[in-house]
């Protein structure tokens, strides 16, 4: 008898993995658990169920968190956050070695513990998640040990808020403390109300590892105890978790200060070419769909199948589903375990019944209680609710496409962007999709690659912010410093009225053209001794639809090469140079001041200093423990809508322009609102210096209008506002209604003359990161 026929004819056999050790530690902290703060468990309070979702048995209580607990274990983070950061990057690294290490000696433990909370197989947890917690600990033990020299000048932001999802308990909070404890950061997270059993056996292993009191707090409750943590006096506020609570904890957070990154859902498209190996895209599928029950943010949950191969591909994926086997997530031999609660159970049946298309359910035994088949709905239309809205659970929605920009269309008709999928034998097709996918991360020929040195996350509605990598590091950092608080300059006034022999509508720069502003009203500009100077368009929401719609338009600018976007800039730093001395005076009749020339041989230093950095800032290929490539790439932002700093309207206008433009993004800026005249001799600069129609569009009018249609356009990808205007509050609540970037000073002064407006930070600002994996081997 070969190995085929002896795969085809055993039997099924059981694994079970004693769940003794784990049920002994529940027993031992007497099944009741309250919060851990200041290095200590604290006596229970009000308290709710925790239970293993194969079986219904109850495991533990848990304490429901109180705004009065979470305030308690802020306080404790506070006080512990400087000495821990005075402990300097080698000496938190000790400590961080130490948990790793006690998360490797305990590795049994959590597995099982993971899954009698969770209902994940105990395979997945074993292999998967234990092991990759234990790599984010080592890694960022790591990235401490190296931080005064890979981060001069970057310091904690002090006490981070942290809410971890139910579906990755401890990988989730790994992924979370590693890094932020690695800065400086002390740290409250709140697990899943769900799943807080490994949370809580994660302090104890604090404790164990002689954490000092206060860096790490972990606060247990629901949804209203995650709403306290984020309103709390944090300094950071981190989320995993729906779309939907981002969204709201963007609102909550708006205008507070507080950095934010989300982490948030996704409807990954997973790509399959008729050149595919199919057996190894079929076995791929399986895990990017049925991996943890499917309860994943970046599972492939919509195939896009190449017709000419999609009835043989279907045929056998069919057959792999009946051979899936679903049960006790403690069973070793089990490839399907539990939904985590009945609730997201029902969710999923809400979804699933009565749905379009050709259902198909695995012809495989289903357990009684919180389990579901894997599912296939095939011939879905692409505006199928199916095919937008993420199941989050053990269920493929599926269509098919011809052509490769077919392919494209369809994985990229989402409101979210977090991962996908491409299998093709043919490098060229897989190397030529993947750049033009809107995911955070791209997988080809594989899938669900995670690794610490490569940053994860996503675009669109999938949240901002990267988890893992020297951005994920970045996110836990902010400069070192304060900055002083910025002063409203108004513009000056005057009685006089400018004489025209003919009149001259001034106009506004749309899509390469002087445009006269839709509401037909101008401003009369005065200088300091209250003499006319000219006078500027006032722009309204239709000028920025028109704007927007040209930058939209000009996505070519995109595609150039970078040296090609280098050419242009230097050519505009030229003309900007022939001009100097006049638009020195120019400026200096504008504000009243002596810096023109000053500023103008900073701006002209700008340019160049973009010019040089657009070849120079594309990403770089990250160590990662496998035999391919993780590539961490700078796609440019999009649409960046930007309203422009008062006090200095040249110097303010360049600094953000040309690190955007030599990323390749299109702008919509919106000029100084009391020097506003800058905007026409920018106009005169661009249309003489080869900037493509539409990649730079100029408006000028009242900030606080204007940043309200911005923020609340849906086709402008991110929004920066360093306005001396109050502005900063509204932009990120609007901003909030599709998610998109946001950029504000929150009423704080730059220094334009000084480093921190050099291209480094506006460069990170004007790029999002797109991991792409490529793993090979004969």
């Known amino acids: 008898m070969g190995v085929k026929e002896i795969f085809e004819t055993m039997d099924y056999g059981t694994a079970p993995e004693g769940a003794g050790d784990a049920l002994a530690w529940i027993t031992d902290q007497g099944a009741r658990f309250g919060h851990f703060i200041d290095g200590s468990f604290k006596k229970p309070g009000e308290t709710f169920e925790t239970t293993n979702p194969a079986t219904g048995e109850v495991l533990a209580e848990i304490t429901q968190g109180s705004e009065s607990d979470v305030e308690k274990a802020v306080a404790a983070a506070r006080k512990a956050q400087g000495p821990w950061e005075k402990l300097g990057g080698p000496g938190r690294a000790r400590h961080l070695y130490a948990i790793a290490r006690l998360l490797q000696k305990h590795s049994r433990l959590f597995a099982v513990l993971e899954s009698l909370d969770n209902g994940k197989p105990i395979r997945e947890s074993r292999d998967i998640d234990i092991p990759l917690a234990q790599r984010h600990f080592y890694h960022h033990a790591g990235c401490a040990q190296l931080m005064e020299d890979t981060m001069p000048g970057r310091v904690a932001h002090g006490v981070c808020g942290q809410v971890v999802p139910w579906n990755f308990p401890l990988l989730m909070l790994s992924w979370k403390i590693a890094p932020a404890l690695a800065m400086g950061n002390t740290v409250v997270l709140k697990p899943a109300e769900w799943t807080s059993l490994t949370a809580l ?64 859902g996704g409807k990954s498209p997973y790509i399959v070419f008729d050149d595919a190996d199919l057996d190894s895209a079929v076995e791929g599928l399986v895990d990017a769909i049925w991996f943890n029950g499917g309860q994943v943010c970046c599972a492939g949950s919509r195939l896009l199948v190449q017709e000419s191969i999609a009835e043989r591909f279907h045929q056998k994926l069919r057959a792999r589903m009946d051979k899936l086997r679903v049960g006790d997530p403690l069973d070793k031999s089990i490839d399907v375990g539990a939904i985590v ?11 699933v019944d ?29 505006a199928s609710p199916l095919m937008q809205e993420e199941i989050f659970g053990p269920v493929l929605v599926s269509t098919t496409f011809r052509t490769p920009s077919e392919a494209v269309e369809l994985a990229n008709n989402t409101r979210y962007g977090l991962a996908a999928s491409v299998w093709s034998e043919n490098i060229n097709v897989a190397l030529d999709i993947a750049p033009q996918l809107v995911s955070g991360v791209v997988w080809i020929n594989g899938t669900n690659m995670f690794d610490a040195a490569a940053p994860f996350g996503g675009m669109r509605e999938s949240g901002f912010g990267r988890e893992g990598g020297p951005e994920g590091l970045m996110a836990y950092t902010k400069p070192a410093g304060s900055a002083k608080a910025l002063k409203r300059i108004k513009p000056f006034e005057g009685d006089a009225v400018e004489p025209q022999a003919v009149d001259r509508t001034a106009k506004l720069y749309i899509g390469g053209k002087q445009t006269r502003p839709d509401g037909g009203y101008a401003q009369v500009v005065y200088d300091a001794k209250g003499r006319v100077l000219g006078q500027a368009p006032i722009a ?79 990403g770089e290929a990250r160590a990662v423990p496998m035999r391919g490539l993780a590539m961490a790439l700078r796609e440019p932002t999009g649409v960046i809508g930007a309203l422009l700093p008062d006090e200095v309207p040249l110097l303010g206008m360049i600094s953000v322009m040309a690190p955007a433009l030599a990323m390749g993004n299109r702008l919509v800026l919106v000029a100084s609102e009391p020097f506003p005249l800058i905007a026409q001799e920018m106009t005169q600069l661009l249309e003489t210096s080869d900037i493509p129609p539409g990649a730079v569009n100029l408006l000028t009018g009242p900030h606080e209008d204007l940043a309200k249609t911005l923020a609340d356009h849906a086709d402008v990808d991110s929004v920066w506002s360093f306005s001396g205007a109050d502005l900063s509050a509204g932009i990120e609540r609007r901003a909030a209604g599709n998610l998109k970037r946001s950029w504000v000073n929150y009423g704080k002064s730059r220094d334009w003359f000084g480093p921190e407006a050099g291209a480094r930070a506006f460069l990170d600002a004007a790029t999002e990161i797109k991991t792409v994996w490529v793993p090979y081997g004969a």
């Open 341 to 351: 609660h009945p609730e997201q159970l029902s969710r999923i049946r809400a979804l």
């Open 201 to 264: 056996l994660f302090a104890d292993i604090c404790r164990q590892a002689g954490l000092p009191k206060g860096v790490v707090n972990i606060v247990t409750g629901d949804g209203v105890t995650g709403a306290a943590l984020v309103s709390a006096e944090v300094d950071k506020v981190a989320f995993t978790g729906s779309t939907e609570v981002g969204r709201k904890i963007r609102e909550a957070t708006a205008g507070s200060g507080k950095a934010l990154t989300l982490e948030l």
């Open 354 to 382: 009565g749905a379009e298309g050709d259902v198909y359910r695995a012809d495989a035994p289903v357990p009684e209680g919180c389990f579901y088949p894997p599912t296939l709905i095939s011939d879905l239309a692409p």
């Open 540 to 618: 309204n929401r239709k000028d920025v639809r028109n704007a927007v719609e040209a930058a939209r338009a000009a996505k070519g600018w995109a595609g150039a090469t970078a040296h090609m976007r280098a050419q242009v800039l230097y050519y505009l730093g030229e003309n900007l140079s022939a001009r100097s001395d006049e638009l020195a005076q120019r400026l200096n009749a504008m504000t009243g001041g002596k810096s023109g020339a000053r500023e103008v041989e900073t701006a002209i230093s700008r340019l160049f200093d973009a010019a040089a950095w657009a070849d120079k800032f594309a």
